[in-house]
């Protein structure tokens, strides 16, 4: 997930930097802020229980409906930080609208 959302960065200010040694040495591990770092875990945190929620919502509304939603309002430009509330958001009124017109009376033939 980083680094398909530009997370690695020289700065370990900003972003995750590959350690070097005092030879300047890649070590094979990265570095970055603590602030950064509780960033990404918040994000990864969120992401986790985004797709938990979606899992639950496939098996009781059917994978293509939960995935139309998830797919239409994620598809334009959202910032990663806000990528989960609005699918959650977006979840919540299709399908609400969805447990709505199950619930109301059908009118016999």
């Known amino acids: 997930m980083v680094g398909n959302h530009d997370g690695y960065s020289d700065d370990p200010e900003y972003g ?5 040694d005092e030879d300047g040495l890649e070590t094979g591990r990265f570095v970055t802020s603590q602030e950064n770092f509780d960033w990404w875990e918040n994000i990864v945190s969120n992401m986790d229980d985004l ?8 098996m009781e509304f ?35 609208k969805a447990q709505e017109d199950n619930n109301k009376p059908r009118k016999g033939l």
């Open 16 to 20: 995750f930097a590959e350690e070097t």
């Open 51 to 58: 797709e938990r929620r979606i899992e639950n919502l496939r």
């Open 62 to 96: 059917g994978g293509s409906r939960v995935d139309w939603i998830v797919m239409e309002s994620g598809s334009g430009y959202v910032d990663l930080e806000n990528y989960t509330d609005v699918i959650h958001q977006a979840l919540d009124e299709d399908l609400a």
